[in-house]
């Protein structure tokens, strides 16, 4: 069985080509672009280009997750997500929407609003007791599938790869001890949190690594600070040669979906690489 949404909403197979995640970014303090899709209006604008640029998802945040970032509770994060999600719900009733927290409270009532999905930073664990997983219940509930990205407060590992792999799995064991079916469950290897430049740049280079879980991948680098560092860029709008390697490579390692601000741009990438990977299996209608 493939993934299934609890409303019914189709949601594209990535069995057959990765997908693409666009971002919208609902706080008014995330680090490329907080504050621009401040009313329903814009809200509404942005996704019909996402939509007409070839998104598959609507990934929509109203907490920012960068380094520094004030937390909000709640309330506040309902506050900014809910009227959007209804007005996309309304607008675009196939477009599949994913809300980006990782607070169970907030999931439940953006699911419960229209949303498909949950993409949880906390890989389903935040102030989680050992071997619980508080949105891997929720998830379970709701019938909806959930995003388990790897996460560290701090970069504190003594041996990297064999760290991460451990902490992944425990995201998907305690999920699934809570209810989660594994055809709904996703990994993400947690680019830009809790690891330093090098580790951030060793998760790309060796993602199979993360694919050979047998869960898909989702990979997210798009204008980070890491490409920042490594082009000499400071600028995250002009950052776009860094999202475009990072996205072939993480496609040619196994990522099942890449989450980027520009989606235009990463049609013809993703198109290129899945050609590659698919190898004599490709074809012109793929």
């Known amino acids: 069985m493939s993934w299934t949404s609890p409303h019914g909403t189709p949601l594209p197979d990535w069995r057959k080509r990765t997908l ?18 401040s009313d329903e209006a814009s809200a509404l604008a942005r996704a019909d280009q996402l939509l007409s640029e070839g998104a598959d998802v ?7 997750t960068r380094p520094g970032a004030t ?3 709640a309330a506040t994060e309902l506050a900014r997500l809910l009227p ?17 927290t990782y607070k169970p409270a907030v999931a439940h009532a953006a699911v419960e609003a229209g949303a498909d999905l949950v993409n949880d930073v906390e890989g389903g664990r935040f102030e989680a007791r050992p071997d619980e997983s508080p949105m891997g219940s929720t998830c379970a509930r709701l019938r909806c599938p959930l995003i388990l990205m790897h996460r560290r407060a701090q970069a504190d590992y003594e041996d990297f790869w064999p760290e991460v792999l451990q902490d992944l799995r425990l995201s998907l064991r305690c999920a699934q001890a809570a209810g989660m079916r594994a055809e709904q469950l996703w990994t993400d290897p947690g680019f830009g949190f809790g690891k330093t430049p090098v580790q951030n740049l060793m998760l790309v280079r060796d993602l199979a690594k993360i694919a050979a879980l047998g869960f898909p991948v989702l990979l997210g680098t798009s204008r980070k600070s890491t490409l920042g560092l490594v082009l000499g860029e400071t600028d995250p709008l002009r950052r776009g040669p860094g999202n475009d390697v990072t996205a072939a ?3 040619a390692q196994g990522a099942s979906m890449i989450r980027v601000h520009d989606v235009a741009a990463h049609r013809p990438i993703v198109r290129m ?12 209608e793929a």
């Open 273 to 284: 690489a899945d050609a590659l990977r698919h190898g004599p299996g490709w074809s012109p």
């Open 71 to 73: 937390p909000v509770d």
């Open 20 to 37: 693409i995640m666009g971002i919208m970014n609902l706080a008014p303090d995330s680090f490329s672009d907080g504050g621009q899709l």
């Open 58 to 64: 609507l990934d929509l945040g109203a907490e920012s």
């Open 249 to 251: 490579w993480g496609i």
């Open 84 to 100: 959007i999600v209804k007005a996309l719900r309304r607008r675009f009733p196939q477009a599949v929407l994913s809300v980006d």
